[in-house]
């Protein structure tokens, strides 16, 4: 085809010459208009002899005409239809002539590359007959528009093979590229190479009659991918062949979502550091039983609490931020470093003996050191560090990374800002406390720690008065174990909660069963010892629910807790403290003098009775009276009762009695006795 005639005047621009070229290439007619956007509206600006013979119009008054005036039966939005930036239309529509005739064409509108102007071919319908066909097709061209070129959801048709027959505004704007350059097989130029064969399988099984589905990557005009899921179900066209239809849906946004959703759940907030989660993952991915090289090195900043207490949280949080940056920059490519939580961090290296691994803690204890500036204050950070290197002996990653755990211990220990490598024998003795916490757990489930009764005397007839619970365990391997090893071990472990409750209930439970067995003689207290962890807000209510449920008066209880416990938050335990006195339970402090003590504190806590500690009463026999008598005297003038632990001899009692001691418990007077033989001694002292 030859290209259309231009008018000598007036003289025309390239993209105006570019514009008629590119959508004569397609036509058969000389009707020629280009439409452009002059101040936000469509108008006419070039046109060919062609039209201003259909259209009656001088040159210059066609030149500035609004599209909306040639086509009159298009409202302002319609005529956005016909004007796309994506794509050719096709519209039956009367045009206006100068006379104010309505002439039937079609009308054939071309956006240009550029997508700044647009190529108007107009075509005269010549009788009814092709008028109501070019009607006909207009109106399904339409429908279709409506169904499926407005949809959101980007929309590919092909009536036979690979080959698009359509392709909707939505996908258009996906890729960035118009209709034109997408029909045919140009679509699959939009797919990532790398992609393409899947794409290419699931239609071809398409075209044999079933459906498909396929992940790919769309890559856009500008060079930038989207992730997309590409549905195909089957088409056929009689007459035609096997095609298939092909709906997209974009998860680029929804994946990148997900990443940050992974990203967060596997890394720490403040430092952007893998998080314990990612540790434990990236540790037991790389552990095999019976291997060797992999080597964990746990970090823990010394006195980070000071820069806190000090500076403030917001310096301590910009203190950890720069430990992980210098973290980062210090290992050696490929180890990963991770934040354990708080002020821990823990390095992970592969394919290092155990002397790659000290040196590399070296370089970051020297990293460390270099001074970071916080709150107008140089901070030099040290930290301890724990080294652990793969043995025979490590069966799971998890016991690498606690192996390390306890190496930074034994740093701690040993003086701070030190790498020490595991000790055996420490890994031993730790493991070995893991398994007895664990067993520890099991025997207070199964209520396995029993209760022993060491009755209390009055120190003016002798007469036993009341009982202390002992707890005790006798471990089915080990023996019997020391109160002062499980209670410190409950207490390291978080298991002094449910030690004490069990205690408590059991006392409750044993007093209650004496009395239906012993009536008036059975023991009218039971002193329970209280750790300084359970001297919290839910002490009172605990003592309440035990006394209620074992049908027992308050005054039946008293409640022993150590004078460092009372000092350590003497307002705190005031509080608590006078909760249970006011429910009418008895409070006395146990081992008193050993520790340090406030004596102002001490006159306002609400307390009956002071325990003066066994060492103290073991001196008398040195002819030592002298913080015995103290203490004793202390309590007198405060109007608080003594009770002295640990009378051994005929002696000692004779003379606690004669420096003015309330009480007195003590091997000399009666043994710890199971809860039977409690209710037996006390039923032969009654007769």
């Known amino acids: 085809m030859s290209a259309p005639t231009v008018p000598a005047e007036p003289l025309v621009s390239p993209d105006i010459v570019s514009s008629i070229f590119y959508g004569a290439a397609v036509s058969d007619t000389l009707v020629l208009l280009v439409a452009e956007m002059v101040g936000g509206t469509a108008r ?39 004007l796309r930036r994506e794509r050719s239309a096709r519209m039956n529509l009367p045009v206006r002539t100068a006379s104010g005739a309505l002439v039937e064409v079609v009308v054939l509108c071309t956006p240009s590359p550029s997508g700044r102007m647009w190529t108007l071919r107009l075509v005269p319908a010549t009788n009814d007959s092709e008028r109501a066909l070019r009607a006909t097709a207009d109106a399904h061209e339409r429908r279709f528009a409506t169904l499926t070129e407005r949809s959101p959801v980007p929309t590919l048709l092909s009536e036979q093979g690979m080959r698009l027959a359509h392709v909707n505004d939505a996908f258009c704007s996906l890729v960035g590229l118009q209709a034109e350059q997408l029909l045919g097989t140009g679509w699959m130029a939009t797919v990532h190479p790398e992609d393409l064969d899947g794409v290419i399988e699931q239609v071809v099984a398409v075209l044999g009659g079933g459906d498909g589905e396929a992940t790919a990557r769309l890559v856009r005009e500008d060079g930038t991918e989207r992730t997309t899921v590409i549905r195909f179900a089957h088409l056929f066209t009689p007459g035609v062949g096997a095609g298939f239809v092909g709906t997209i849906e974009d998860i680029t946004d929804r994946l990148a979502f997900e990443a940050r959703l992974a990203h967060q759940a596997n890394h720490d907030p403040l430092t952007g550091l893998p998080n314990r989660t990612l540790l434990a993952e990236h540790v037991a991915g790389r552990f095999t039983p019976g291997g060797s090289g992999l080597a964990c090195l746990f970090l823990d900043l010394d006195n980070f609490k000071v820069v806190n207490d000090s500076l403030g949280h917001a310096a301590g949080d910009e203190l950890l931020v720069e430990i992980a940056d210098r973290l980062r920059s210090t290992v050696r490519p490929g180890d990963l470093v991770a934040r354990f939580g708080g002020d821990e961090f823990v390095v992970v290296c592969e394919g290092v003996e155990e002397a790659d691994a000290v040196t590399v803690a070296e370089r970051i204890g020297a990293a460390l050191a270099e001074p970071v500036r916080l709150g107008g204050v140089d901070v030099r950070p040290h930290a301890s560090v724990g080294v652990t290197v793969q043995t025979d002996e490590h069966t799971a990653a998890e016991e690498l990374i606690r192996d390390c755990d306890i190496a930074m211990y034994q740093a701690k220990a040993g003086g701070k800002g030190r790498i020490t490598v595991l000790d055996q024998q420490a890994r031993a003795e730790a493991r070995d406390k893991l398994r007895l916490v664990a067993e520890l757990r099991t025997a207070i489930e199964r209520r396995d720690i029993t209760l022993l009764y060491q009755p209390i005397f009055s120190t003016a007839d002798r007469s036993s008065v009341a009982v202390e619970s002992l707890a005790r365990w006798e471990h089915a391997e080990r023996g019997a174990i020391s109160p002062a090893t499980f209670v410190a071990l409950a207490e390291e472990s978080g298991l002094i909660g449910p030690l004490g409750l069990l205690v408590l209930d059991e006392t409750c439970r044993q007093l209650a069963e004496w009395d239906a067995e012993l009536g008036a003689a059975a023991p009218q207290r039971a002193n329970v010892n209280v750790s300084a962890l359970q001297l919290d807000g839910n002490l009172h209510p605990q003592v309440v629910a035990a006394l209620a449920r074992h049908r027992l008066h308050p005054s039946r209880l008293s409640i022993e807790i150590t004078e460092s416990a009372l000092m350590k938050d003497p307002a705190s335990a005031r509080a608590v403290l006078t909760q249970l006195r006011d429910l009418g339970v008895q409070l006395a402090i146990d081992d008193f003098g050993t520790g340090y003590s406030s004596l102002a504190h001490l006159r306002h806590l609400p307390v009956d009775c002071l325990k003066v500690d066994r060492s103290f009463v073991a001196e008398l026999g040195q002819g030592h009276t002298e913080i015995a008598s103290a203490v004793i005297a202390l309590a007198e003038n405060l109007g608080l009762t003594t009770v002295a632990e640990g009378v051994e001899t005929a002696e000692q009692a004779e003379q606690l009695a004669a420096l003015g001691a309330g009480f007195l418990q003590g091997f000399s007077l009666a043994q710890p006795m199971t809860g039977e033989r409690t209710a037996a001694w006390f039923a032969a002292r009654a007769r």
């Open 44 to 82: 006419i600006t070039w046109c060919n002899e062609g039209a201003t013979q259909l259209l009656g119009y001088g040159l210059e008054d066609l030149r500035t005409l609004p599209v909306s005036a040639l086509v009159p039966t298009l409202r302002g939005g319609e005529v956005k239809l016909l």
